[in-house]
C-alpha cells in the first residue's frame, strides 16, 4: 500500500543522512525535523527517529521555531501530543549533553530563547493545566536564560487562555 512505500523511501533516506559533524556543514536542521514530523506520522522504527532526534540536538542551536514539531490537526492538543513530547524529549537530551561550563553559553542562550518561544505557541492549548506548563518550563535551567522575554510572553499567554475559561466575558 501506500503508506509502507512511503515509510520504506523515508526510511531508507534516514539511513543514508550523514550524522553529527559531517551532516552540520550541508543539512540544515529544518531538514531534519521535517523527516522527524513524517517519521512520526509513518510510525517508522524507533532507531530511526532516535537517529533524527539526536541530530537536531546536535544543531538545536541552528533551529528557528518554524521548523518545531506541532501536532497536524488544529483540533489536536498540543499539551498531550507525541509532537510535543518528542520536542521536550529533544531539549531534555540537549540540557543533558550540551549545558554546562564546558559547551558555549551562546548556543545554550539561543536554544533557551527558542523553548521559550515554542512555549507560547503551546500555551495556547486550551487543554494545557498548570502543572503541566510549569514542568515544560523547567524543561530547561532558568540559569540558561540570558534574558526571560519569551519566557514571560508564554507565561502572559498561557495566564490569558487560562483565565478565559474560569471568567466569563461581562456583557455590557
Given at each position: 500500500d501506500f503508506k509502507s512505500k512511503v515509510s520504506h523511501i523515508l526510511q531508507g533516506i534516514v539511513d543514508m543522512l550523514p550524522?553529527?559533524?559531517?551532516?552540520?556543514?550541508?543539512?540544515?536542521v529544518g531538514f531534519y525535523f521535517s523527516l522527524l514530523s513524517q517519521a512520526l506520522q509513518l510510525e517508522l522504527r524507533d532507531d530511526s527517529r532516535e537517529k533524527l532526534q539526536q541530530q537536531i540536538v546536535c544543531m538545536l542551536h541552528f533551529a528557528q521555531v518554524e521548523d518545531f514539531l506541532r501536532p497536524k490537526s488544529k483540533t489536536d492538543s498540543i499539551?498531550?501530543?507525541?509532537?510535543?513530547?518528542?520536542?521536550?524529549?529533544?531539549f531534555s537530551t540537549y540540557v543533558s549533553s550540551y549545558m554546562g561550563p564546558c559547551h558555549t553559553r551562546s548556543s545554550n542562550v539561543i536554544v533557551a530563547e527558542l523553548w521559550d518561544m515554542y512555549l507560547s505557541l503551546v500555551a495556547t492549548d486550551l487543554r494545557l493545566d498548570s502543572k503541566r506548563f510549569m514542568d515544560l518550563i523547567e524543561t530547561l535551567p532558568m540559569y540558561s536564560r540570558q534574558n526571560h522575554d519569551h519566557l514571560y510572553r508564554a507565561l502572559k499567554t498561557f495566564l490569558e487562555v487560562s483565565t478565559k475559561l474560569f471568567i466569563p466575558s461581562l456583557v455590557l
Open positions: 550524522i553529527e559533524e559531517k551532516a552540520s556543514k550541508g543539512i540544515p499539551s498531550c501530543s507525541k509532537e510535543l513530547a518528542v520536542m521536550e524529549q529533544i
